[in-house]
């Protein structure tokens, strides 16, 4: 052999190869090393740009700066969540969409995180961590960016539709016209039912963009928490952890008061606002029901501040440098001599092995059972609250969209002051994993006990007439939109909901009330008189206000729901340490 060719040797018989003299056995394919523990030098420790590790980029690749960046992301991925069930009501106005399909809108999001957690965890983990959320977040954004698709493709239509007209009553209504009838003979479709259907079609089009971006927005976040705090969890002494996770949760209150602030300025301008000037936007008060806010531009904002979140984790190392520190000190400080065989790349079979192998180890585990089931009873409270509390508050004590988002906001403070008590009393006295049980146990029992106590408050039904309640001098068990005081009006089977109070009883519309009078005001508003369902009554605009009781329970209702929130993020934190703790002890 050519001497050049021959590796050249120190006087130890091993080869220098910066940090780490080697030495190949001849009895094995195994490597001997001596590495020194010099971590600043080590590229998978330091803060990169693909090849490039500027010196003042490594000054945020601490902890403090991670938690910072990952508060953010969270608190981004919360504001996205609230903005959504902040403006459910107002896609189901525009898309004519029932309460099933927003329905599945709002947990669709969180069954793509169910779905995906479990594979997304297990092979993020032994991945690269910081770029696996980072992937994510992209992808949330990218989900944010669809839901806008619907308002790019809708055209602009006035509020009632093309030939918007009052829905007024009309003696000669009913009668068929000369287009129908001709329609029926040849056998064509009339053009109202086409309408209708070609609006059917735009729906099911634009719940398919909605559905497709909350589908990419679920995948999307599933990695930030549970890759997010076991990052953290591997940079701090685990004591310090609690206080860490309760700096994350103030993500959740955070957010949501930003996104319900931001659906009640963003609601307040007209949808179209990007495409007519503010001289034509439609003449009516932002309270009637016509009235389409720009729901539109919250998605423009979700979509943006997660996309610049996702930046700073694709240049955070692999493992974290404490980490690295901690093993380092626990083995020899200066020298470490050991045995490492090639690293051989697992199979595809494998792989579902291993994942199969620790689902086995969690489901037949009873103690992990019971912190899943408690986790999730907590995760549901909070997910329900943000995605129902507005239509809650609006459907079942008769608030308005405004109303119901400044209750919202005025709840969360609390929420944040609870976090931080929770995260300050387990870091203060150094609790463990056992003594972090019985402190979330204690926090979590009163909140159950408000939840409870809630499902007895509430207001009771409105009187509509038609729907709850029979018109006036109508039979006591025929409830129908149709009566005698309003037959011969002509009303639509489809119509649009403007609602009039009458001696404290609801009218669906103007033309289902017999009116057949309309005066406009100068502040645009519509006054409606001569209503044949009840000539001597007073009309009013709008459906009927509410009583004091409903009033009172509307109140006792946002204290218990302060109470059981409250609470129970007191132990959101020990919940997360009970889960880190445990874990490490089965694996």
Known sequence: ?????????????????????????????????????????????????????????????????????????????????????????????????????????????????????????????????????????????????????????????????????????????????????????????PAGIMEETEGLQSMWSNVFWLMLGQILIGIGNTPLKPLGTTYIDDSVEDHKTGFYVAMLFLATPIGAIIGYFTSFMSLRVYVDFDRISMEEWPQIAQSDPRWIGAWWFGFAVASALLAVSAIPFLLFPKEPIECRKKRTNSEAPAMDIRVVKPKRKKSVMELIKGLLQALKRMATNPAMVFICLSSSSGSAAYAVSGAFGIKYFVDEFGKSNSSASLVGIAILPVLILAYLIGGYVIKRWKLNAKQCALFGFFVDAPSCLMYFFLLFVGCPNSDVAGVTVPYTGGLPGNVSLIAECNNQCGCPEIYNYEPLCINNVTFMSPCHAGCTVMEKQ?????????????????????????????????????????????????????DIIVTLRYVGIIK
């Open 1 to 189: 052999m050519d001497e050049d060719s021959k590796l050249k040797t120190n006087k130890d018989g091993v080869l220098p190869s910066g940090n780490v003299l080697r030495t190949v056995s001849t009895r094995s394919d195994a490597v001997l090393m001596k590495e020194k523990k010099d971590d600043d030098n080590d590229d998978d420790a330091k803060c990169v740009c693909d090849s490039c590790t500027p010196s003042w980029l490594q000054c945020f690749k601490g902890v403090k700066f991670f938690t910072f960046v990952t508060l953010f992301a969270l608190l981004s991925k919360v504001f996205a969540s609230t903005y959504f069930g902040a403006v459910v009501s107002t896609l189901e106005r525009q898309f004519n969409m029932d309460s099933v399909k927003s329905g599945v809108l709002l947990v669709i999001n969180d069954m793509m995180d169910f779905i995906f957690v479990i594979f997304i965890t297990h092979f993020g983990h032994s991945g690269h961590r910081p770029r696996w959320i980072a992937t994510g977040l992209f992808m949330a954004a990218m989900g944010c960016f669809l839901c806008i698709v619907p308002h790019i493709m809708t055209e602009y239509v006035p509020p009632g539709g093309k030939n918007a007209e009052p829905s007024l009553c009309s003696s000669n209504a009913g009668l068929p016209t000369k287009q129908n009838m001709t329609a029926m003979y040849e056998n064509e479709m």
């Open 522 to 574: 100068q502040n645009s508003q519509k006054m409606y008189s001569n209503c044949t369902c009840d000539p001597d009554a007073l009309v009013q605009n709008g459906a009927c206000p509410v009583d004091d009781v409903c009033n009172t329970n509307f109140m006792l209702a946002v204290l218990l729901i302060i109470i059981a929130l409250g609470t129970s993020s007191l132990g959101r934190s020990a």
